[in-house]
Protein backbone atom coordinates (compact mmCIF):
# COMPACT_ATOMS: atom_id res chain seq x y z
CA UNK A 1 0.00 0.00 0.00
CA UNK A 2 1.50 3.75 -1.00
CA UNK A 3 2.34 5.95 1.64
CA UNK A 4 0.02 8.66 2.25
CA UNK A 5 0.90 12.06 0.63
CA UNK A 6 1.37 14.22 4.08
CA UNK A 7 1.37 18.67 3.27
CA UNK A 8 2.58 20.77 6.12
CA UNK A 9 3.44 24.32 7.24
CA UNK A 10 6.58 24.56 4.57
CA UNK A 11 3.97 23.17 2.07
CA UNK A 12 1.86 26.03 2.35
CA UNK A 13 4.21 28.37 2.55
CA UNK A 14 5.93 27.47 -0.77
CA UNK A 15 2.60 27.36 -2.32
CA UNK A 16 2.57 30.99 -1.02
CA UNK A 17 6.22 32.32 -1.84
CA UNK A 18 5.91 30.55 -5.62
CA UNK A 19 2.33 32.57 -5.71
CA UNK A 20 3.80 36.14 -4.74
CA UNK A 21 6.83 35.51 -6.79
CA UNK A 22 5.07 34.54 -9.80
CA UNK A 23 2.60 37.78 -9.45
CA UNK A 24 5.38 40.39 -9.17
CA UNK A 25 7.12 38.99 -12.36
CA UNK A 26 4.26 38.75 -14.16
CA UNK A 27 3.38 42.08 -12.90
CA UNK A 28 6.49 44.10 -12.82
CA UNK A 29 8.60 41.98 -15.85
CA UNK A 30 11.34 41.85 -13.32
CA UNK A 31 13.02 38.73 -11.90
CA UNK A 32 11.77 38.10 -8.41
CA UNK A 33 13.74 35.40 -6.46
CA UNK A 34 12.78 34.24 -2.24
CA UNK A 35 15.44 32.40 -0.39
CA UNK A 36 15.32 28.43 -0.68
CA UNK A 37 15.22 28.55 3.43
CA UNK A 38 12.25 29.57 5.61
CA UNK A 39 12.96 30.63 9.27
CA UNK A 40 10.72 29.92 12.34
CA UNK A 41 10.01 33.33 13.95
CA UNK A 42 7.86 33.33 17.13
CA UNK A 43 5.87 35.70 15.81
CA UNK A 44 4.75 38.07 13.12
CA UNK A 45 5.26 41.95 12.74
CA UNK A 46 4.71 44.65 10.73
CA UNK A 47 8.27 46.08 10.14
CA UNK A 48 9.47 49.63 8.20
CA UNK A 49 8.94 50.80 5.78
CA UNK A 50 5.58 49.44 4.54
CA UNK A 51 3.96 46.74 6.09
CA UNK A 52 0.78 45.14 4.57
CA UNK A 53 -1.27 42.14 6.28
CA UNK A 54 -3.99 39.87 4.97
CA UNK A 55 -6.05 37.60 7.40
CA UNK A 56 -7.23 33.91 6.22
CA UNK A 57 -9.91 31.96 7.18
CA UNK A 58 -11.56 28.55 5.99
CA UNK A 59 -9.58 25.58 5.09
CA UNK A 60 -6.90 27.00 7.79
CA UNK A 61 -6.75 30.48 9.74
CA UNK A 62 -4.02 32.45 8.98
CA UNK A 63 -2.22 35.95 9.12
CA UNK A 64 -0.10 36.98 5.72
CA UNK A 65 2.71 40.21 6.07
CA UNK A 66 4.31 41.35 3.71
CA UNK A 67 7.19 44.14 4.77
CA UNK A 68 9.08 46.13 2.17
CA UNK A 69 12.14 48.77 2.80
CA UNK A 70 11.46 51.79 1.09
CA UNK A 71 14.07 51.07 -2.13
CA UNK A 72 12.09 47.83 -2.22
CA UNK A 73 8.67 49.81 -2.16
CA UNK A 74 9.57 52.33 -4.37
CA UNK A 75 10.92 49.42 -7.31
CA UNK A 76 8.25 47.67 -7.47
CA UNK A 77 5.93 50.62 -7.76
CA UNK A 78 7.98 52.03 -10.84
CA UNK A 79 8.40 48.83 -12.31
CA UNK A 80 4.58 47.96 -12.27
CA UNK A 81 3.53 51.57 -12.82
CA UNK A 82 5.77 51.36 -15.77
CA UNK A 83 4.76 47.64 -16.99
CA UNK A 84 0.94 49.33 -16.97
CA UNK A 85 1.97 52.34 -18.94
CA UNK A 86 2.11 55.35 -16.92
CA UNK A 87 4.10 58.27 -17.79
CA UNK A 88 7.05 58.05 -15.58
CA UNK A 89 7.24 61.91 -14.73
CA UNK A 90 3.91 61.56 -12.99
CA UNK A 91 5.37 58.47 -10.70
CA UNK A 92 5.86 59.11 -6.69
CA UNK A 93 9.08 59.54 -5.92
CA UNK A 94 8.80 58.95 -2.11
CA UNK A 95 7.72 55.82 -0.56
CA UNK A 96 5.74 57.74 2.04
CA UNK A 97 3.32 58.21 -1.14
CA UNK A 98 -0.21 57.13 -1.10
CA UNK A 99 0.02 55.71 -4.57
CA UNK A 100 2.85 53.39 -3.47
CA UNK A 101 1.01 51.61 -0.70
CA UNK A 102 -2.38 51.73 -2.94
CA UNK A 103 -0.20 49.84 -5.49
CA UNK A 104 1.27 47.57 -3.28
CA UNK A 105 -1.95 46.46 -1.82
CA UNK A 106 -3.00 45.76 -5.35
CA UNK A 107 -0.47 43.73 -5.84
CA UNK A 108 -0.41 41.77 -2.83
CA UNK A 109 -4.47 41.28 -2.93
CA UNK A 110 -3.32 39.93 -6.66
CA UNK A 111 -0.96 37.10 -5.15
CA UNK A 112 -2.86 36.15 -2.26
CA UNK A 113 -5.43 35.85 -4.94
CA UNK A 114 -2.93 33.63 -6.98
CA UNK A 115 -1.86 31.42 -3.62
CA UNK A 116 -5.86 30.75 -3.06
CA UNK A 117 -6.30 29.10 -6.61
CA UNK A 118 -2.88 27.37 -6.01
CA UNK A 119 -3.85 25.93 -3.34
CA UNK A 120 -7.47 24.66 -4.32
CA UNK A 121 -5.48 23.15 -7.38
CA UNK A 122 -2.51 21.51 -5.42
CA UNK A 123 -4.63 20.40 -2.13
CA UNK A 124 -8.35 21.11 -3.06
CA UNK A 125 -8.67 23.09 -0.07
CA UNK A 126 -10.45 26.75 -0.14
CA UNK A 127 -9.51 29.98 2.41
CA UNK A 128 -11.17 33.14 2.32
CA UNK A 129 -9.11 36.69 2.60
CA UNK A 130 -9.41 39.57 4.13
CA UNK A 131 -8.63 43.05 2.10
CA UNK A 132 -5.09 43.87 2.32
CA UNK A 133 -4.68 46.45 5.14
CA UNK A 134 -0.85 48.64 4.68
CA UNK A 135 0.97 50.56 7.04
CA UNK A 136 3.48 53.27 6.36
CA UNK A 137 6.00 52.70 9.16
CA UNK A 138 8.26 54.83 11.14
CA UNK A 139 11.80 53.54 11.34
CA UNK A 140 11.77 52.89 15.41
CA UNK A 141 8.50 50.93 15.09
CA UNK A 142 7.91 47.33 15.31
CA UNK A 143 4.09 46.30 15.30
CA UNK A 144 3.61 42.97 16.61
CA UNK A 145 0.54 41.77 14.78
CA UNK A 146 -1.40 38.54 16.03
CA UNK A 147 -4.91 36.88 14.74
CA UNK A 148 -6.75 34.66 16.86
CA UNK A 149 -4.97 31.01 15.54
CA UNK A 150 -5.24 28.00 17.18
CA UNK A 151 -1.21 26.93 18.31
CA UNK A 152 0.13 29.40 15.52
CA UNK A 153 2.78 28.16 13.64
CA UNK A 154 5.43 31.47 12.23
CA UNK A 155 7.38 31.64 9.33
CA UNK A 156 9.38 34.24 7.43
CA UNK A 157 10.98 34.24 3.97
CA UNK A 158 13.30 37.15 2.31
CA UNK A 159 12.63 38.08 -1.23
CA UNK A 160 14.74 40.24 -3.19
CA UNK A 161 14.07 42.13 -6.20
CA UNK A 162 16.08 42.41 -10.04
CA UNK A 163 17.94 45.24 -8.36
CA UNK A 164 19.03 43.43 -5.04
CA UNK A 165 16.67 44.82 -2.36
CA UNK A 166 15.39 43.09 0.25
CA UNK A 167 12.02 42.40 1.16
CA UNK A 168 9.93 40.08 3.82
CA UNK A 169 7.01 37.64 4.09
CA UNK A 170 5.70 36.38 7.23
CA UNK A 171 2.92 34.09 7.76
CA UNK A 172 1.54 32.71 11.29
CA UNK A 173 -1.41 29.70 10.21
CA UNK A 174 -2.33 26.90 12.49
CA UNK A 175 -0.67 24.19 13.51
CA UNK A 176 -2.25 21.56 10.36
CA UNK A 177 -1.51 18.85 8.32
CA UNK A 178 -3.27 17.79 5.30
CA UNK A 179 -3.07 13.74 5.05
CA UNK A 180 -4.61 12.72 0.79
CA UNK A 181 -7.24 10.08 1.86
CA UNK A 182 -7.25 9.20 -1.75
CA UNK A 183 -5.53 9.91 -4.61
CA UNK A 184 -6.30 12.59 -7.15
CA UNK A 185 -5.69 14.61 -10.47
CA UNK A 186 -4.96 18.37 -9.98
CA UNK A 187 -6.33 20.54 -11.98
CA UNK A 188 -5.04 22.32 -15.12
CA UNK A 189 -3.46 25.75 -14.26
CA UNK A 190 -4.83 28.03 -16.62
CA UNK A 191 -5.73 31.98 -15.76
CA UNK A 192 -6.64 33.76 -18.39
CA UNK A 193 -5.15 37.03 -16.85
CA UNK A 194 -1.74 35.85 -16.61
CA UNK A 195 -1.19 34.63 -20.40
CA UNK A 196 -2.54 38.31 -21.00
CA UNK A 197 -0.03 39.49 -19.28
CA UNK A 198 2.66 37.16 -20.18
CA UNK A 199 1.76 38.32 -23.73
CA UNK A 200 1.77 41.80 -22.90
CA UNK A 201 5.37 42.20 -21.48
CA UNK A 202 6.41 39.42 -24.84
CA UNK A 203 5.30 42.26 -26.95
CA UNK A 204 6.74 45.20 -25.34
CA UNK A 205 10.15 43.25 -25.77
CA UNK A 206 10.23 42.94 -29.41
Known amino acids: MAA ?14 DSVQNVLQL ?9 PMTQKISNTSLRPDIGCFIQLDGGFSGLV ?22 DEKK ?16 LMNQAIGGFRKN ?9 NQSQP ?7 ELLISINAHIDRPQCRKVSFETGHHS ?7 MEKTEFVELYEYEKEEEFDPEVVMI ?6 KKH
Open 133 to 139: KMLVINS
Open 119 to 127: LKRELLVTV
Open 27 to 35: STNTDIKYS
Open 65 to 86: VLNFPADSAIEIYRAYRLCMGQ
Open 91 to 106: LAKSHTSEDVADTLGE
Open 166 to 172: PFYLEIA
Open 4 to 17: KKIKKTEDIVKILC
Open 198 to 203: TEKNRL
